[in-house]
């Protein structure tokens, strides 16, 4: 099962008409993301789980479940590698 | 997909609240002689509950930054409470002080417990002697010196706001130059106000006019430095470039609103008319159905039609119709100073500055 997330310390974000705007306060710049990117930046900062996330966003968008779990996936990721969020590790390890 | 001055932009034009400053207190613990803040306590003053209602009224309203200023919010009993409260809420927060309690356990209580995106501290000189004779505190330069080596090695954000005086317009260029030795980015404004109650006694201190022109010149000589820079250095990051067209004058009103200690509601800090009360409606009530910020929205759309066409030195004035009101009664009228420009003094230009 895929890692779970949250959203970095550092990051500010709010939601503004579907489009989500994210501070990351170290690097100090703002970036924005489109509705679906927002909607998972959202479930995210919720504490739901990546398949939690899928689920969610399979009911609430119009297109192939397939496709819309394949955009979860490659959203987190690219949040993660903007340290927007940060994957959390697995329980009983250290982090 | 929207880029942040885009957004920013649809926020002035459509009245979306975008920024929140609160004013927490006008308590301080130094007594410049210019200060704008009524201290007169009129009525009892917002309890942290309250605070921690109307932040999360902001937070629902998708508003994105929180300013923290006073006085000295500092000095508020429960500062941490508070600020703690609007991190947890997934504000960027800015807090403005006068940095003279920002050292040990107090700098380090705010990066680990209120975590703010930048810290805005006051300068009133680039020695001792001025900026000690405008805080009315000896030793206070060299103690705010001493806070900004510790908050850097905090890691901490920070920025300096001076107001142009008859005082410390000798000291313009050393001003700059010390900010420039700091690294920290450094904002002029060149307007004393008048006191909240009306009181015009700070303005026995406003720059004179060879002190506008020399910061003038001194803003210049920084703005070609840095668009030079600009060019040389890299292309624009994420989150900049150019918004649309914006309808007003500035956001007074329409992104921004400030809140005073009492709850009262005001489009902007210089600007205070009062347009409602957070203990009387909520804040969403306010912003969507006040008449007086309907008015204050209607005239910096004047604004934006009549600033151009003042006589004056316009190639160095930002009006400000708030400081217009205050000083003529008049949101529309012209005066006389160089009311804010900002000079950029490292490489850091600062985000989520508009």
């Not at chain 2, 400053?21 to 803040?37: A, G, K, Q």
């Amino acid at each position: 099962m895929p890692s779970a997330f949250r959203i970095a310390p550092d990051v500010r974000y709010r939601v503004i008409d579907d489009e989500a705007v994210v501070v990351r306060q170290r690097e100090g710049d703002v970036l924005v993301f489109n509705q679906v990117a927002a909607r998972v930046i959202q479930l995210v900062g919720e504490g739901l789980s990546p398949q939690q996330i899928g689920d969610c966003a399979v009911d609430e968008f119009d297109a192939p479940e397939a496709m819309i779990r394949e955009d979860v996936e490659t959203f987190l990721d690219e949040l993660e590698s903007l340290n927007v969020v940060e994957r959390l590790a697995p329980a009983g390890q250290d982090s | 997909m929207s880029t942040f001055p885009e957004i920013t932009a649809r926020a002035w034009n459509e009245g979306r609240l975008l920024d929140a400053v609160l004013e927490l207190t006008h308590r301080c613990n130094f007594d410049c002689f210019f200060c704008y803040n009524d201290r007169v306590l009129r009525t009892w003053p917002l309890t942290s509950d309250e605070y921690s209602d109307l932040m999360e009224q902001l937070a629902d309203m998708a508003v994105l930054n929180l300013t923290l200023t006073g006085g000295e919010p500092l000095v508020h009993p429960d500062f941490f409470a508070i600020g703690a409260r609007a991190r947890d809420l997934g504000f960027v927060i800015r807090l403005k002080s006068n940095g003279h309690l920002l050292r040990g356990d107090v700098a380090r209580r705010l990066k680990d417990e209120v975590a703010p995106y930048q810290i805005d501290l006051s300068v009133h000189g680039a020695t001792a002697e001025v900026h000690d004779r405008q805080t009315q505190q000896p030793g206070s330069f060299d103690q705010l010196l001493k806070n900004i080596d510790e908050m850097n090695r905090l890691e901490l954000r920070m920025k300096l706001n001076c107001t142009l005086t008859a005082w410390n317009e000798e000291e313009v260029e050393e001003i700059f130059n010390l900010a420039d030795r700091l690294g920290l980015l450094l904002n002029f404004n060149a307007t004393v106000s008048p006191k909240d109650n009306g009181d015009t006694a700070p303005m026995s201190l406003a720059p004179t006019p060879e002190g506008i022109s020399r910061l003038s010149r001194a803003l210049a000589q920084r703005r070609e430095e840095a668009q030079r820079r600009e060019k040389e250095e890299s292309p624009l990051k994420d989150g900049k470039g150019q918004g649309p067209d914006v309808i007003r004058h500035c956001g007074a009103g329409a992104s921004s609103v400030t809140i005073d200690q009492w709850g009262n509601v005001m489009p902007c800090v210089q600007w205070r008319r009062v347009v409602g009360n957070v203990r009387e409606k909520p804040i969403a009530e306010i912003w969507s159905t006040s008449s007086g910020l309907e008015e204050v929205r209607a005239l910096t759309v004047e604004a934006k039609k009549v600033v151009p066409h003042f006589d004056g030195p316009a190639d160095v004035t930002i009006f400000c119709p708030g400081i217009a009101d205050l000083l003529t009664g008049d949101a529309l009228a012209f005066y006389p100073g160089l009311p804010s420009q900002e000079a950029t003094s490292s490489s850091d230009d600062g985000a989520v500055d508009h």
